[in-house]
Structures are given as C-alpha cells and as structure tokens.
C-alpha cells in the first residue's frame, strides 16, 4: 500500500511559479510511474504530467507543456511539479498518482494511489 500526500498549492498571481510536492510512503515508490491529475471548477479530472519510475521520461498534456515540470527524487519518496508561468486556467485542484507500472499512464482509471489534492488558485 502507499499513501500520497501532496503540498505546496496556493494562491498566486497570473505568470507567477508554484512548485507541487507529492511525498509516497512505501519501499515500492521508486517501481511506480507517477502522474500529476488536476480538476478544476465544473470540469473533469485530468492528466496533466506523468514520469516513468525512473525518471528517465516524462510526459505533459498540451495545456501545460513547456511551463510544468515534472520530478522524481526516489531517495526521497518524492515526486514534484514545477508550475510556471501560471495562468487563471490552470486554477485546479491538483492531485499526486502513483501507478503499479514502470511506464506512464496518461488515464486516471490506470492509477492505483491517489492524494487527497492540493488546491492551485491563480488569479489573473
């Protein structure tokens, strides 16, 4: 079993950075690709950035590519999401994943463990 817990949301303004972190109990965190997950205000869940268990790829949905990044420390259980840029659209709650699978998986259906979220609000 392991247990997600993200940090690091809040309130910034339009073209300021936010850095997510998700912390992972468990021994088996560095055999798990992770996605990060957000859905905003009357909207569905959806992928934003996913990495391999190694960090060796990395994945983003078109809206965020170029301006998030995602990372992995496996010494430290810990996967981040480097937000910049940031704009009014990218308002979501966030939500760390982890998948018992070495690849990426870009649906939410194919997570296995999910944190309880981290609310993102930019205003413009």
């Known amino acids: 079993q392991v247990q997600l817990v993200e940090s690091g949301g809040g309130l910034v303004q339009s073209g300021g950075s936010l850095r997510l972190s998700c912390a992972a109990s468990?021994?088996?965190?560095?055999?798990?690709?992770m996605g990060w997950f957000r859905q905003g205000p009357g909207k569905e869940r959806e992928f934003v950035a996913g990495?391999?268990?190694?960090?060796?790829?990395?994945n983003y949905a078109d809206s965020v590519k170029d301006r998030f990044t995602i990372s992995r420390d496996n010494a430290k259980n810990t996967v981040y999401l480097q937000m910049n840029s940031l704009k009014p659209e990218d308002t979501a709650v966030y939500y760390c994943?982890?998948?018992?699978?070495?690849?990426?998986?870009?649906?939410?259906?194919?997570?296995?463990?999910w944190g309880q979220g981290t609310q993102v609000t930019v205003s413009s």
């Open positions: 468990g021994r088996a965190f560095s055999s798990y690709a």
């Open positions: 994943a982890g998948t018992r699978t070495w690849a990426i998986r870009n649906y939410s259906r194919e997570y296995d463990y």
């Open positions: 990495i391999s268990y190694n960090g060796a790829v990395t």
